[in-house]
């Protein structure tokens, strides 16, 4: 590197830096001598999480070589976390993936074959299992990290092609409650306000996510609110002291589990101390109880009132005090705006879509809705597991527009979009993931298409699962960027895909904010972009099958390159055609449109002149959502013209507390709770080959209470075995003031087969949502031995 | 060389003593601080490891709140790993095809 160049690219930093404070400097880019960098720089979201942070991919020379945040974006305001800053390197890296690899049986080696083969044989096997066990013999798991285009072809595939709706996706196991807590609540997926509330908000109720490590930009945004304006009142609730937790001013922790009886207790506070919004509740609200029934106010107050403080603070045990409930409850209703954010510790629960709730009728009773500075905020996890599986139709009881799949006049508007017959699209849900699973085990799936994601390790009580999945009953195609171990147990054949920014596409955030990232450099040599792949062996299946209807699935899509027009062509069928006048309109998001935005496009947004100015703020609020000025019933200021309330209201719900399936006895005494660090990413396929990330955790460890590791002799880096009524883990143990007496928290990452914690996890789901309750279960521990050097493992 | 840029953040009162113990830091340049506690901060080093190294270092001071990159160029790093002439090894590459994945 040369003098000019370094000194060029040190002021560069500086001033990326001082940009987003505001600092001036005594020099600017004008007067750098230096101004023709051979970089060119391409704009695109991160690969990582559900935050939405918007960055550009430094590329010279065809490789990438640096990244940087977008200033002017309104998720990350040119911040990165360190995932973020290092997702590039995947890239370039050894292991990726670059042909396509065939075994016919799980227990032979790969061998390397050509496309064309690999996609026939694809194209064979479903059509075999369609023609020889019917079409529900056949399914699709996706992911919350495919783009919004593959998700949306792979389910018109499945659905209309090859006539099963058992399509589901990975968001079952992190969002699927949080859905059904959005729908019953409000009427409509996904939050009303966005990110913009936080340097509004003056209270922010922080409950069941550690945001610090794995929503780190958004959580800045907290601390920065909170540090510019000391009063703001920042409540963590969790069993756990989280890095989130450091900023709180009131903590609270309690045993997992007990987190319905505080909402509810709450909710009593404010009941009695009539601290809820009466106008709100008569011009806006329906009281339900279960089975959707409607009762009135007095019907829910008698219902709260077991629910004091003290009933409260004794079921959650911990530190919590009567007069903390109290205190919480009415800073909630009081401030001028509360904000609140939740993610798996209230979704991956038993109770799920209850809990999602619970902190809904919070906001519906005190009115803290809809204006600035207060919501009821899912975080979602995955960078698109809202754009592409929520809103495209990727679970097996939903179609592309928030359309159910049991609604005929629904289906048949889909049919009609795709230009297919009345009735080709099967009336009844597929299978959701654990029953698919459960199939795979019991052999009625002979043909599963698992994409970008890793079932075999991401399930829980993943042993029982990998079972059926590690046999040759189920015939299973994989596509990913590098080996994970589902294709290492259960994949008969890999194709390997291209990665971000080595593709174009749209991925949907957690504030139904749409994205676009465009193709900045070619995938290597030999990995195909997923729509491509689709395609082609769309093809082939309407080939095998003699059927002219999967060939009209493809149709519109036929002849176009794959960087770019196939893509734009696919993402346009979807917003033109199946969003229209659905609350997800996404019309005005066209490719043209989101290739001018810093960021993105917030739904609805049912014009290009409306997409332009970033879309809706805040959904439901005449003036601001244009859906409520077109489908609003009358003059009020607030419409909730989401599909699932044909009342047009919000409705508070009756939920009583109720245990976790499985909670600790004499047998089992320790809660076992699991969850993500700030390094690692998920199953670690990605982080893990980063080695800046690796070396930051290189293994998962064990957390356990001081007053635990007291009693049982561990000592911190000893090595502990943890069991469960399904299996056992060893780790090394981190003695530390995080988990509750009582519980133990590993994080959930680790590829070794020590140490997979969803080997001891509980596979009980939400009946409901049919979410798996992965935060909560029992197990033993027992110090096996002092420290052992360990290293990191990946497959 | 890797050149990193930092806003490094701490209380408006201790700016100027955490400026100086920054600048004692071995490749660190200070360029500007405002009154809030926000310190622009370049940060060069040989290699993306060292990089790590001094952030870490820069963390540990006391009165330091947050040290958050905004941007980082490793352009030399990255050509020598695309030509072959530098790879990064945590691992020891995939010895085999197939992974042995027991279930206990």
């Known amino acids: 590197m040369t003098q000019s160049r370094r000194e060029f690219l040190k002021r560069t930093a500086a001033l990326s830096a001082a940009a987003y404070v505001g600092v001036s400097l005594p ?44 200033p002017e974006s309104r998720t990350n305001f040119g911040y990165v976390c360190m995932k973020g800053m290092h997702f590039w390197k995947v890239m370039n890296h050894a292991d990726r993936l670059t042909t396509p690899l065939y075994r016919a049986s799980k227990k032979d080696k790969f061998k390397p074959i050509s496309w064309d083969e690999a996609l026939d044989i694809a194209a064979d096997k479903f059509a075999t299992a369609v023609k020889e066990h019917g079409n529900d013999s056949v399914a699709y798991y996706g992911s919350g990290q495919a783009l919004t285009e593959e998700t949306y072809f792979f389910q018109k595939m499945f659905r209309g092609g090859l006539q099963t709706n058992n399509v589901e996706g990975n968001p079952r196991l992190c969002m699927a409650s949080a859905v059904g807590g959005y729908l019953t609540s409000f009427g409509a997926d996904e939050p009303i306000g966005g990110y913009a509330d936080i340097e509004k908000a003056d209270c922010i109720f922080i409950i069941g996510s550690n945001m610090a490590e794995a929503h780190p930009v958004v959580f800045r945004r907290v601390m920065r609110r909170k540090l510019d304006n000391p009063d703001v009142t920042v409540i963590n609730a969790d069993p756990r002291i989280s890095l989130t937790s450091r900023i709180a001013d009131i903590h609270l922790q309690f045993h997992p589990g007990t987190d319905l009886a505080l909402l509810n207790a709450m909710a ?26 409607s009762i009135d106010f007095a019907e829910y107050e008698q219902f709260l009132e077991k629910y004091t403080p003290e009933y409260a603070a004794k079921i959650m045990g911990g530190k919590v005090t009567p007069d903390q409930i109290r205190e919480v409850a009415r800073r909630f209703a009081t401030s001028k705006g509360t904000l609140s954010f939740w993610t798996m510790g209230l979704n991956q629960r038993k109770q799920g879509v209850w809990a999602n709730n619970l902190v809904h009728n919070l906001h519906i009773l005190t009115g803290q809705l809809l204006k600035e500075g207060a919501d009821s905020l899912s975080l ?64 009625k799936i002979k043909a599963m298409w698992v994409h970008c994601t890793s079932p075999v390790q991401s399930l829980p009580n993943c042993n029982l699962y990998n079972e059926g999945m590690a046999k040759d009953d189920c015939f299973m195609v994989c596509t990913d960027i590098f080996p994970t171990l589902t294709t290492e147990l259960a994949a008969n054949l890999i194709l390997p895909t291209a990665f971000h920014f080595e593709k174009t596409g749209v991925y949907g955030c957690t504030e139904r904010r749409s994205q676009i990232t465009r193709k900045a450099i070619d995938p290597p040599k030999g990995a195909k972009p997923e729509v491509w792949i689709i395609r082609e062996w769309g093809r082939k299946l309407a080939e095998k099958l003699n059927d002219p209807v999967i060939a009209q699935c493809i149709k519109p899509f036929e002849g176009l390159e794959e960087g770019y027009e196939l893509p734009k062509a696919i993402w346009d069928e979807y ?49 601001m959502d244009p859906m409520a000025d ?20 919000l409705w508070l719900w009756q939920r009583p507390q109720a245990d976790p399936e499985e909670i600790p006895d004499a047998e089992y005494p320790f809660y076992l709770s699991t969850g993500r660090i700030i390094d690692h990413w998920h199953t670690m396929s990605m982080t893990g080959r980063v080695k800046e990330l690796l070396r930051a ?68 789901y939400d009946p409901g949502s049919k979410e798996p309750e992965f935060k909560i279960c029992a197990c033993r521990i027992k110090r096996v031995s002092g420290p052992k050097a360990l290293k990191p493992y990946i497959v | 060389m890797v050149i990193g840029g930092f806003v490094v953040q701490t209380l408006p009162g201790e700016r100027n003593v955490i ?66 002439e530098n790879t990064p090894r945590v691992f020891t590459g995939r010895k085999q095809k197939q992974a042995s994945f027991e279930a206990p």
């Not at chain 1, 020099?27 to 720089?41: I, M, N, Q």
């Not at chain 1, 960055?55 to 990438?64: A, C, I, Q, R, S």
């Open chain 1, 27 to 70: 020099f600017d880019e004008k007067g750098l001598v230096y101004a023709a960098s051979e970089t060119v720089w391409h704009r695109g979201s991160c690969r990582l999480c559900g935050v939405g942070c918007r960055v550009e991919l430094g590329v010279k020379n065809g490789t990438p070589v640096a990244l940087r945040g977008v």
């Open chain 1, 697 to 764: 955790n290189p293994y998962s460890y064990i957390e356990v209470n001081p007053a635990d590791a007291k009693r049982m002799g561990i000592k911190p880096g000893d090595m502990v075995e943890i069991t469960s009524r399904r299996g056992t883990n060893i780790m090394p143990a981190k003695v530390y003031e995080g988990p509750i007496e009582g519980m133990v928290f590993a994080y959930w990452h680790d590829q070794h087969p020590d140490r997979m914690i969803n080997k001891v996890t509980k596979d009980a």
């Open chain 1, 380 to 443: 979602t996890g995955q960078p698109n597991a809202c754009g592409g599986v929520r809103e495209g139709g990727g679970l097996c009881h939903i179609l592309p527009g928030h359309r159910l799949v049991a609604k005929e006049k629904l289906r048949n508007q889909v049919e009609e979009a795709w230009g297919i017959p009345k009735g080709r699209i099967p009336p009844k849900p597929g299978y959701h993931t654990m029953a698919m699973f459960t199939a795979v085990n019991e052999k």
């Open chain 1, 630 to 649: 077109s489908h609003g019933k009358d003059d009020k200021p607030y419409q909730f013209y989401g599909p699932a309330h044909p009342d047009q209201k």
């Open chain 2, 19 to 84: 400026v100086e113990k920054l600048t004692s830091l071995q490749g660190v340049e200070v360029y500007g601080a405002d009154k809030k506690g926000n310190i622009v901060t370049v940060v060069e080093a040989d290699s993306s490891d060292a990089l790590g190294e001094v952030v870490k270092l820069m963390e540990k001071l006391d009165d330091v709140l947050n040290v958050g990159m905004t941007y980082m160029n490793m352009e030399d790093e990255a050509e020598q790993i695309a030509s072959g």
């Open chain 1, 575 to 623: 917003s033109q055609k199946l969003t229209k006048g659905r609350d997800n309109d996404l019309r005005g998001a066209s490719y043209e449109v989101l290739e001018q935005m810093y960021d993105g496009v917030q739904w609805p947004a049912p014009t290009e002149a409306f997409a332009l100015t970033g879309g809706t703020v805040k959904k439901f609020v005449r003036g």
């Open chain 1, 268 to 293: 009593h506070v404010i009941v009695k101390e009539k601290l809820y919004d009466e106008a709100f509740l008569k011009d806006y609200v329906v009281v339900k109880k279960d089975k959707a029934v």
